[in-house]
T-cell receptor, first 113, second 112 residues
Framework: LAKTTQPISMDSYEGQEVNITCSHN???????ITWYQQFPSQGPRFIIQ???TKVTNEVASLFIPADRKSSTLSLPRVSLSDTAVYYC??????????????FGKGTSLLVTP | NAGVTQTPKFQVLKTGQSMTLQCAQD?????MSWYRQDPGMGLRLIHY???????DQGEVPNGYNVSRSTTEDFPLRLLSAAPSQTSVYFC???????????FGSGTRLTVV
């Protein structure tokens, strides 16, 4: 499993755009970048997944440069309810070994008024 | 409601007791897995399954057993509970690597 590195914590004010960058220098050709969000006392929730360039959904955007050694999760105009831990994961989509997820400690995002 | 259902939500065990944490999903997902999350930590994989009858160990399998007799159910058995197994346990399911996992709401286990 490729190792990921992301900031331990980030702070933001309501209404701002938040960008969380994750580095994954040893990402393999078959690996995809996946982000999960976890609120206190809840299980993680799948947010977005991508392979290269840009992916956007109703929740976030994911930017992946050509070398794929890093990625950035972008949350537009955050609200207090976006306060959560965000996990960056690298997933081998072609692996049949359980599609194991390596969560790490994630980035704890605090949004304040 | 479709999703992953975990029972019980809370459990207190005495050291040496055994119990089974239940996990059921109604989405016909092939992949299921169990994670534990300790305070301030990320999730660690205990066991996983890629289909009925197929299971394998994850990062921290010691002290836990699993079986997958049906697509829907993936119970986790604690053989002889120890205080080190005090944690929050999450079950998750996925139709495949392209789609992300859906997690249950967790079981908070305390071993005294």
């Amino acid at each position: 499993l490729a190792k990921t590195t992301q900031p331990i914590s980030m702070d933001s004010y309501e209404g701002q755009e938040v960008n969380i960058t994750c580095s994954h220098n040893n990402i393999a050709t078959n690996d995809y970048i996946t982000w999960y969000q976890q609120f206190p006392s809840q299980g993680p929730r799948f947010i977005i997944q991508g392979y290269k360039t840009k992916v956007t959904n109703e929740v976030a955007s994911l930017f992946i440069p050509a070398d794929r050694k890093s990625s950035t999760l972008s949350l537009p105009r955050v609200s207090l309810s976006d306060t959560a831990v965000y996990y960056c994961l690298v997933v081998d989509k072609n692996s049949n070994s359980g599609y194991a997820l390596n969560f790490g400690k994630g980035t704890s995002l605090l949004v304040t008024p | 409601n479709a999703g992953v259902t975990q029972t019980p939500k809370f459990q207190v065990l005495k050291t040496g007791q055994s119990m089974t944490l239940q996990c059921a999903q109604d989405m016909n997902h092939e992949y299921m897995s169990w994670y534990r999350q300790d305070p301030g930590m990320g999730l660690r994989l205990i066991h996983y399954s890629v289909g009925a009858g197929i299971t394998d160990q994850g990062e921290v399998p010691n002290g836990y057993n699993v079986s997958r007799s049906t697509t829907e159910d993936f119970p986790l058995r604690l053989l002889s509970a120890a205080p080190s197994q005090t944690s929050v346990y999450f079950c998750a399911s996925s139709p495949g690597a392209a789609y992300g996992y859906t997690f249950g709401s967790g079981t908070r286990l305390t071993v005294v």
